[in-house]
T-cell receptor
Framework: KQEVTQIPAALSVPEGENLVLNCSFTDSAIYNLQWFRQDPGKGLTSLLLIQSSQREQTSGRLNASLDKSSGRSTLYIAASQPGDSATYLCAVYGGSQGNLIFGKGTKLSVKP | NAGVTQTPKFRVLKTGQSMTLLCAQDMNHEYMYWYRQDPGMGLRLIHYSVGEGTTAKGEVPDGYNVSRLKKQNFLLGLESAAPSQTSVYFC????????????FGPGTRLTVT
């Protein structure tokens, strides 16, 4: 059974710092991996999707990498801002029902 | 193009009451999903559908029923609500293509007292 783990569960950094969020998964047979952002009391906003054949994807200050063989993905956020404060969720496609399997998220707080 | 919408946004039920959550998508997607999100548990799949008229169970289906009478709509029903069903419910949809990207609705926050 596929399991997705995100470390750390919570992270607090000063504004301007570069940071890395980690995601690991137990079964390397995935179709792709998706990173989401969730603000308190809100829905999920898709940030980046990496297909299984890709190594990384970039959008603005965000860069996500994927290493299928080791079962790991990282989300790199450059020059963090208070507006980046949110919970970041990692999810993989690999379930037998074609669904996403989610980690529990990393709660990021960026202090001014 | 509204994407994925969910109705209602909030609801409070008493134990034993019933209700239906509606998910609608205007992207002509075949696949639709219902997830629930609980603190410390992440999102878990309740039921899903791979096309009009089809439904299947996910990881946590007990206490819920679903219907997909029209391609654009996916309904989640609670016949007799229990406090354990207090959660945030998210609907999602996708096309059956290689990319597999899912699009999520804004969620329904349900409290059962």
């Amino acid at each position: 059974k596929q399991e997705v783990t995100q470390i750390p569960a919570a992270l607090s950094v000063p504004e301007g710092e570069n940071l890395v969020l980690n995601c690991s998964f137990t079964d390397s047979a995935i179709y792709n991996l998706q990173w989401f952002r969730q603000d308190p009391g809100k829905g999920l906003t898709s940030l980046l999707l990496i297909q299984s054949s890709q190594r990384e994807q970039t959008s603005g200050r965000l860069n996500a990498s994927l290493d299928k063989s080791s079962g790991r993905s990282t989300l790199y956020i450059a020059a963090s801002q208070p507006g980046d404060s949110a919970t970041y969720l990692c999810a993989v496609y690999g379930g037998s029902q074609g669904n996403l399997i989610f980690g529990k998220g990393t709660k990021l707080s960026v202090k001014p | 193009n509204a994407g994925v919408t969910q109705t209602p946004k909030f609801r409070v039920l008493k134990t034993g009451q019933s209700m239906t959550l509606l998910c609608a998508q205007d992207m002509n997607h075949e696949y639709m999903y219902w997830y629930r999100q609980d603190p410390g548990m992440g999102l878990r799949l309740i039921h899903y559908s791979v096309g009009e008229g089809t439904t299947a169970k996910g990881e946590v289906p007990d206490g819920y029923n679903v219907s997909r009478l029209k391609k654009q709509n996916f309904l989640l029903g609670l016949e007799s609500a229990a406090p354990s069903q207090t959660s945030v419910y998210f609907c999602a949809s996708r096309v059956p293509e290689v990319v597999y990207e899912q699009y999520f609705g804004p969620g329904t926050r349900l409290t059962v007292t």
